[in-house]
């Protein structure tokens, strides 16, 4: 028997698998991870089908069966970028992570579109310096890179400023559409082309809270949004990335106790990203991050700044003062 190895190997309708694709499932890996619900509201056919289809799937992907050696041999070999500060570094474990989804989120101001620049800095630092000589990709979805800031923050790690904007490819994007499809079909070539270290989807979330606006819209959003997710966490593992997004914060309409705010796409974003890191502002300009739900790290907090150079310990004030 043939290997089934793509999609219109499943011996599917051509109609089915022009549905399939056109929707962005464009392999059996993720038709295989695909939730039945939302196939059953794609393809219009019976929910039996369906779990045939993902089934049939599921079957011909190649599961990935690790020993626990060989687990903790892919640990090893996960790598790490500082972000500046090593007090953030250190609650991150040592920088932000490949093969990882680090979530950054916070109110407005609070940083997040800084730690991207300064991460898409620093990834192109040599090894030794806790980069990893690499290039950024940098999807904006909010209007609000800065090359000036980069040059800047370059210089200050005496890096020459042109090269470090040559090594940042920026894909401004305009709508959810356009944020899936960069994704799905254009962002592994682009990877390998630049040879990319870091993939930044600053925001990750504000595209589908324009589009995808009340109540009655919601579930069509979190689906949206878990695919996407999935997409970015496939391709971190897949070529050894760090992948980071950001994500602002609502004020949450249901409690008077516990957290003011929420993130945007809740426990969809939360489950999805690896590590999700609170930033906050505090006093004389300080920021706090805090970690939470990290499956290895403890929950604790780190205290940042934001200077003319970049994101920084605090003590670079302190001493600037003496
Ligand atoms: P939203 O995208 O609006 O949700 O906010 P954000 O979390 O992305 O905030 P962002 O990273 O844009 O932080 C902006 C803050 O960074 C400013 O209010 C300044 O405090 C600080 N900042 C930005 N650029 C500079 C700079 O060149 N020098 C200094 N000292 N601070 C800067
Ligand atoms: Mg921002």
Do not use: W
Not at 68 to 75: Q, S
Request: charged residues 30%.
């Amino acid at each position: 028997m043939k290997k089934i190895k793509t999609i219109e190997d499943l011996g599917l309708d051509y109609e089915i698998v022009e549905k399939l694709k056109s929707n962005g499932y464009n392999t059996l890996e993720s038709i295989a991870t695909a939730r039945v619900e939302d196939l059953k509201e794609i393809l219009g056919i019976p929910e039996q089908i369906v779990r045939e289809i993902i089934y049939l799937a599921m079957k011909n992907v190649d599961v990935h069966i690790i020993t626990g050696l060989e687990a903790l041999e892919k640990r090893k070999s996960i790598k790490r970028i500082t972000t500046g500060s090593k007090s953030l570094d250190e609650l991150l474990g040592g920088g932000i992570q490949t093969k990882t989804i680090t979530e950054f989120a916070g109110e407005f101001g609070s940083g997040k579109t800084q730690i991207c620049h300064q991460l898409s800095v620093n990834v192109q630092l040599p090894e030794d310096k806790g980069g990893l000589n690499k290039s950024a990709i940098y999807i904006d979805t909010e209007n609000t890179f800065r090359p000036e800031r980069i040059m800047q923050m370059a210089k200050a790690l005496n890096l020459d400023d042109k090269k470090v904007l040559e090594n940042i490819i920026v894909a401004r994007v305009f709508s959810v559409d356009q944020q899936i499809f960069l994704v799905e079909n254009k962002l592994e070539e682009l990877i390998q082309q630049k040879d990319a270290g870091l993939i930044v989807v600053d925001s990750l979330t504000s595209l589908f809270r324009a589009e995808y606006i009340g109540r009655g819209m919601l579930a069509a959003r979190q689906q949206k949004l878990n695919k996407h997710i999935h997409d970015l966490s496939r391709i971190a593992d897949m070529y050894d990335i760090a992948v980071v997004v950001t994500n602002q914060v609502m004020a949450r309409p249901d409690t008077f106790f516990g957290e003011p705010t929420i993130p945007i796409g809740g426990h969809i974003v939360g489950h999805g990203c690896n590590y999700r890191v609170f930033l906050r502002k505090a006093k004389g300009g300080k920021r706090i991050a805090r970690i939470i739900d990290a499956p290895d790290l403890e929950e604790r907090e780190a205290t940042f700044v934001i200077v003319s150079d970049g994101i920084r310990d605090e003590d670079v004030i302190k001493k600037r003062r003496k």
